[in-house]
């Protein structure tokens, strides 16, 4: 599609868009009166207006039902976070049985290590990409630790090539492959925090097994964002938290992903805790732990419903869109952005690049050459909400759900009049 730099296209993008009544389900903050420009959806989605209620029918029941809610309220409490998993499994690309809802992200990455990460003298090694998110490193690191080895040796960092702004897959593979039967565990962000760039999660699953690890994959920032196979790759698990695309809520709970192969299992590794039992014989209060057969083993407490209400919200609208609508749409969106900063750029040569490759979901990163900091508040104050990491990257995610093609159009003006405002600031002295 030729894509135009004018109002009335971006206006008529909208008016063509299935999706377009999905905007007036989300509530938006306001600068100086008006609704802002939301590009931070990777970082804490929207809050759907249906959220409310979700939260509002645990309120209700606990006031009314007390102890009697975790049996007898309508949506019964005690097995509450089982909603969660059919839904989540299709977002994913999973069974539903190979999919949980608990903790957080973070933890849940350790405990599945727990599990998957079973070091011994000859195969002890981690494989993740350089510059992982740092919750990652601290987690790999002290993990490492943990098991009495030393990061410094255990850990294989997967480096960008000089110059370049993203991974080549063929390096991730090769590192993997020369690792060898040293490699315990590669465990990596399927979508990159800061570029942007979606890993072939495919073949370095493959890779991955193929020399003996287990493979894991971080999805924070892929899920609901890109297409995901995770049974079919064959990844051994995965953990992702809720509060980014997912929309549900600051801090949400964390759903996880193990591979059917690995359930149902006795002899497997793991901490347990009284709701990763079987559910008909939980509450008889044995002494021994029989494992639920379904991912649910892992859960270690009773689930925090109060969390659990608008993650379950937010997935009855994914359920209803569907992840191939909502792809479409962030295909042609980002390709729109894209085409936008492309015409910003030619006014303002020089002063900003994008820096994600073309393997990429909704998030494209600009590297600002020119104006750093400044740029970023200028478009904060002129109600365009973007974030900023450090050296001098701004990030822009239009989350298709709510997210308008004249939000991009709107944009492209904003930013421009900041560049142009900001330099001649600058060339005054
Ligand atoms: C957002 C994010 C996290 C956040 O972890 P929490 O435990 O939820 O605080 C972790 N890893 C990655 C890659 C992220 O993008």
Same mark, same amino acid.
């Given at each position: 599609?030729?894509?135009?730099?004018?109002?009335?296209?971006?206006?008529?993008?909208?008016?063509?868009?299935?999706?377009?009544?999905?905007?007036?389900?989300?509530?938006?903050?306001?600068?100086?009166?008006?609704?802002?420009?939301?590009?931070?959806?990777?970082?804490?989605?929207?809050?759907?207006?249906?959220?409310?209620?979700?939260?509002?029918?645990?309120?209700?029941?606990?006031?009314?039902?007390?102890?009697?809610?975790?049996?007898?309220?309508?949506?019964?409490?005690?097995?509450?976070?089982?909603? /969660? *998993?059919?839904? !989540?499994?299709?977002? =994913?690309?999973?069974?539903?049985?190979? #999919?949980?809802? @608990?903790?957080?992200? $973070?933890?849940?990455?350790?405990?599945?290590?727990?599990?998957?990460?079973?070091?011994?003298?000859?195969?002890?090694?981690?494989?993740?990409?350089?510059?992982?998110?740092?919750?990652?490193?601290?987690?790999?690191?002290?993990?490492?630790?943990?098991?009495?080895?030393?990061?410094?040796?255990?850990?294989?960092?997967?480096?960008?090539?000089?110059?370049?702004?993203?991974?080549?897959?063929?390096?991730?593979?090769?590192?993997?492959?020369?690792?060898?039967?040293? /490699? *315990?565990?590669? !465990?990596?962000?399927? =979508?990159?925090?800061?570029?942007?760039? #979606?890993?072939? @999660?495919?073949?370095? $699953?493959?890779?991955?097994?193929?020399?003996?690890?287990?493979?894991?994959?971080?999805?924070?920032?892929?899920?609901?964002?890109?297409?995901?196979?995770?049974?079919?790759?064959?990844?051994?698990?995965?953990?992702?938290?809720?509060?980014?695309?997912?929309?549900?809520?600051?801090?949400?709970?964390?759903?996880?992903?193990?591979?059917?192969?690995?359930?149902?299992?006795?002899?497997?590794?793991?901490?347990?805790?009284?709701?990763?039992?079987?559910?008909?014989?939980?509450?008889?209060?044995?002494?021994?732990?029989?494992?639920?057969?379904?991912?649910?083993?892992?859960?270690?407490?009773?689930?925090?419903?109060?969390?659990?209400?608008?993650?379950?919200?937010?997935?009855?609208?994914?359920?209803?869109?569907?992840?191939?609508?909502?792809?479409?749409?962030?295909?042609?969106?980002?390709?729109?952005?894209?085409?936008?900063?492309?015409?910003?750029?030619?006014?303002?040569?020089?002063?900003?690049?994008?820096?994600?490759?073309?393997?990429?979901?909704?998030?494209?990163?600009?590297?600002?050459?020119?104006?750093?900091?400044?740029?970023?508040?200028?478009?904060?104050?002129?109600?365009?909400?973007?974030?900023?990491?450090?050296?001098?990257?701004?990030?822009?995610?239009?989350?298709?759900?709510?997210?308008?093609?004249?939000?991009?159009?709107?944009?492209?003006?904003?930013?421009?009049?900041?560049?142009?405002?900001?330099?001649?600031?600058?060339?005054?002295?």
């Amino acid at each position: 599609m030729q894509f135009r730099n004018e109002l009335d296209f971006a206006q008529d993008l909208d008016q063509n868009d299935p999706l377009r009544v999905y905007r007036e389900q989300f509530h938006f903050p306001k600068v100086g009166g008006k609704q802002v420009i939301y590009f931070t959806g990777n970082s804490l989605g929207l809050q759907p207006k249906i959220s409310k209620d979700y939260v509002d029918e645990i309120m209700k029941d606990w006031r009314e039902l007390a102890v009697e809610g975790h049996f007898y309220a309508e949506k019964p409490w005690w097995d509450y976070h089982e909603r /969660l *998993a059919a839904p !989540l499994a299709k977002v =994913v690309g999973a069974k539903t049985s190979e #999919v949980s809802v @608990m903790n957080t992200l $973070t933890v849940n990455l350790h405990l599945l290590m727990v599990s998957f990460y079973r070091p011994d003298n000859k195969r002890f090694k981690i494989l993740c990409e350089e510059k992982a998110f740092p919750s990652d490193q601290y987690m790999l690191k002290s993990q490492l630790r943990h098991h009495g080895l030393d990061p410094e040796h255990a850990l294989i960092e997967v480096r960008k090539r000089e110059g370049e702004h993203f991974w080549r897959t063929q390096d991730v593979i090769d590192k993997i492959l020369e690792a060898g039967d040293e /490699l *315990a565990l590669v !465990l990596i962000g399927g =979508v990159n925090y800061y570029n942007g760039q #979606v890993f072939d @999660m495919e073949a370095i $699953t493959k890779a991955g097994k193929s020399v003996g690890a287990a493979v894991g994959w971080d999805l924070a920032h892929a899920v609901g964002n890109i297409s995901l196979s995770l049974h079919d790759w064959g990844a051994d698990f995965a953990a992702w938290c809720s509060y980014k695309y997912m929309n549900s809520g600051p801090g949400n709970a964390s759903g996880i992903f193990v591979h059917e192969d690995h359930l149902g299992k006795k002899d497997i590794q793991r901490f347990e805790g009284w709701w990763g039992t079987e559910k008909a014989s939980r509450f008889m209060m044995k002494p021994e732990f029989e494992p639920i057969s379904n991912a649910d083993a892992w859960q270690i407490s009773n689930p925090p419903v109060l969390a659990l209400a608008p993650y379950l919200a937010s997935l009855k609208l994914f359920e209803e869109v569907g992840m191939p609508a909502l792809i479409e749409k962030r295909k042609k969106i980002v390709a729109y952005l894209e085409f936008i900063l492309g015409e910003v750029a030619e006014t303002v040569s020089g002063s900003f690049e994008v820096i994600t490759p073309e393997e990429r979901g909704c998030q494209l990163s600009v590297l600002l050459h020119g104006q750093g900091r400044p740029l970023f508040d200028y478009l904060m104050k002129n109600g365009v909400i973007v974030d900023w990491r450090e050296p001098n990257v701004i990030r822009l995610a239009p989350a298709p759900f709510y997210c308008s093609y004249e939000d991009m159009y709107q944009f492209g003006q904003i930013l421009k009049e900041g560049i142009l405002k900001l330099s001649t600031v600058d060339s005054l002295g």
